[in-house]
């Protein structure tokens, strides 16, 4: 049995989502609110949300609700945020019953779920991005200080190879990380080398 919270702003919106939960057998309704702040104490599998993103259940403890959110909203990078904010399902608002049903059952079972109305503008934010991210002008030395990250090379031995301090290696590190907007080494390299900055 799936335990579902209904989180919508409207009175009229979280009653028919609660008619619509209440007629699935698999779906057990634990709470239907006018926000998520109840979804932490009664932790349910999915939360059914017809809220704006920022209003969605924050994850607790390292773990999250698999949400399943209508979407309302048409802005460009709308269907974008909310998956990074941790949605397993967006739907439009006006998706059929049936729908909405199969993207419960979905996201309870760990999968994404997108209906095709809502393809075209998470491509072009995503492509937006990507042509962002391709953007990315590294120094002749900040090329051959990624080289040698990609050797496994330490700081001491980087800076030693090319004569400079290992504050400036630090200094390059950092700015290399930054321009790739990677988190760590390893992603840096990895996506480095994607790139053709790095050869292998």
């Given at each position: 049995m799936t335990r579902v919270m209904i989180a919508a702003s409207s009175a009229v919106v979280r009653a028919g989502l609660e008619a619509l939960v209440g007629s699935h057998p698999g779906l057990e309704l634990v709470g239907a609110f006018a926000d998520a702040a109840a979804a932490e104490e009664l932790r349910p599998d999915v939360v059914l949300a017809a809220l704006a993103v920022e209003d969605l259940p924050a994850p607790w403890n390292g773990n999250a609700p698999a949400i399943v959110l209508l979407n309302h909203e048409s802005r460009a990078g709308f269907t974008l945020d909310a998956f990074r904010s941790g949605v397993r399902a967006v739907l439009p608002g006006d998706s059929l019953p049936a729908a909405?049903?199969?993207?419960?059952?979905?996201?309870?079972?760990?999968?994404?779920?997108?209906?095709?109305r809502e393809l075209e503008p998470l491509l072009t934010a995503a492509g937006a991005a990507q042509t962002a991210a391709e953007d990315v002008s590294l120094t002749p030395r900040e090329l051959e200080v990624l080289g040698m990250m990609a050797e496994g090379a330490a700081n001491k031995n980087i800076a030693w190879k090319l004569g400079i301090s290992e504050h400036t290696v630090k200094f390059h590190v950092a700015s290399i990380l930054a321009k790739l907007r990677a988190g760590t080494r390893t992603e840096a390299v990895t996506m480095g080398i994607r790139r053709g900055l790095v050869l292998i």
């Open positions: 909405i049903l199969a993207a419960v059952d979905s996201a309870a079972g760990g999968l994404a779920v997108l209906d095709p």
